[in-house]
Structure formats: structure tokens, C-alpha cells
Nanobody, 114 residues
Framework: QVRLVESGGGLVQAGGSLRLSCVVS????????MAWYRQAPGKQRELVAS???????NYIGSVEGRFTNSRDNAKNTMYLQMNNLKPEDTGVYYC????????WGQGTQVTVSS
């Protein structure tokens, strides 16, 4: 019954911005820690950002200062604001729950051209 739906990906030039959304249903969102992962072509999936139930965030070094993870518990939604995008940010972005069992969305494609 748990469902995570990512949206907001697209094609953008280097230096541009995108905002991703992850809408969660089927679980009590406001007591769950959450995270964003991404997978570039030919590479393993990597952790990008995480956020606790009360909004404390952590980021992988390569995106720190450019990406901002946030959440709106009233809307059961997590966001990833991505600024100053670089070609190496290209990949499929997934949201997931940081729980005993990980639940994943279908992913949203982000493509950054040089």
C-alpha cells in the first residue's frame, strides 16, 4: 500500500535549476526519515541527500551548497531543490524511506546538458 511518486525531472542546461517532488502515501509520513538517491548511466545508485522527521538534512559532498532537501509534512511531500546543476548530476532520481524496509518510487529523470 505504500506508494512514493517522484516528479519534476527534465532536461536543463548546466547552471539551471529543477525542483523534484516526492509524494508519499500509505504510511505515516511525518514520523519517517527520508532520502534522495540518484543513479547515473552505468553507475551504482548513490545517496544524494537525507532529511529527518524534523527537517535536519545531510548531503553528499558534491551537491552540498547547490541542493536543498526539504519536506512539508502537511502535504506528505519531500522536495529536492537543485540549483547550479552540472552535467554530472544527470541520472534517475529516486526517493526512499529510511525505515527497516526501504520503499522506492519509480524515479524521475534529470538530464543536464553542457
Amino acid at each position: 500500500q505504500v506508494r512514493l511518486v517522484e516528479s519534476g525531472g527534465g532536461l536543463v542546461q548546466a547552471g539551471g535549476s529543477l525542483r523534484l517532488s516526492c509524494v508519499v502515501s500509505g504510511m505515516i509520513f511525518n514520523i519517517k526519515n527520508m532520502a534522495w538517491y540518484r543513479q547515473a548511466p552505468g553507475k551504482q545508485r548513490e545517496l544524494v541527500a537525507s532529511i529527518t522527521t524534523n527537517g535536519i538534512t545531510n548531503y553528499i559532498g558534491s551537491v552540498e551548497g547547490r541542493f536543498t532537501n526539504s519536506r512539508d509534512n502537511a502535504k506528505n511531500t519531500m522536495y529536492l531543490q537543485m540549483n547550479n546543476l552540472k552535467p554530472e548530476d544527470t541520472g534517475v532520481y529516486y526517493c526512499t524511506t529510511l525505515t527497516r524496509m526501504n520503499y522506492w518510487g519509480q524515479g524521475t529523470q534529470v538530464t543536464v546538458s553542457s
